[in-house]
């Protein structure tokens, strides 16, 4: 079975750290992009971070940049995001996505979906 699956979100208080992980299974993630998205309550779902088959090549929202990194071990099959400096804004539920071979700011182009890992930042 192909999937992603999410896991360490949880409750952050603002200025604090979270580190996501996405681990694949059922398939290898080294010719797949893979995106970062997330959707906070009644808002539409937005793309945060994607990064290259390799890793050489990452792009953010302007929201995240400089706070949020992204980051892949292939030999783990396993994709991180890396989020400092959290702010109330960050409240949502992440995802993560593979595309074959490279990132896309279109949702529908990706070929794989995780099922979500709530985020939440609030003192």
């Known amino acids: 079975q192909l999937q992603l699956v999410e896991s360490g979100g949880g409750l952050v208080q603002p200025g604090g750290s979270l580190r996501l992980s996405c681990a694949a299974s059922g398939f290898a993630l080294d010719y797949y992009a893979i995106g970062w998205f997330r959707q906070a309550p009644g808002k539409e779902r937005e793309g945060v971070s994607c990064i290259s088959t390799s890793g050489g090549s990452t792009n953010y929202a302007d929201s995240v940049k400089g706070r949020f990194t992204i980051s892949r071990d292939n030999a783990k099959n396993t994709l991180y995001l890396q989020m400092n400096s959290l702010k109330p804004e960050d409240t949502a539920v992440y995802y993560c996505?593979?595309?074959?071979?490279?990132?896309?700011?279109?949702?529908?182009?990706?070929?794989?979906w995780g099922q979500g890992t709530q985020v939440t930042v609030s003192s």
């Open positions: 996505a593979a595309r074959y071979l490279y990132c896309s700011g279109i949702e529908d182009e990706y070929d794989y």
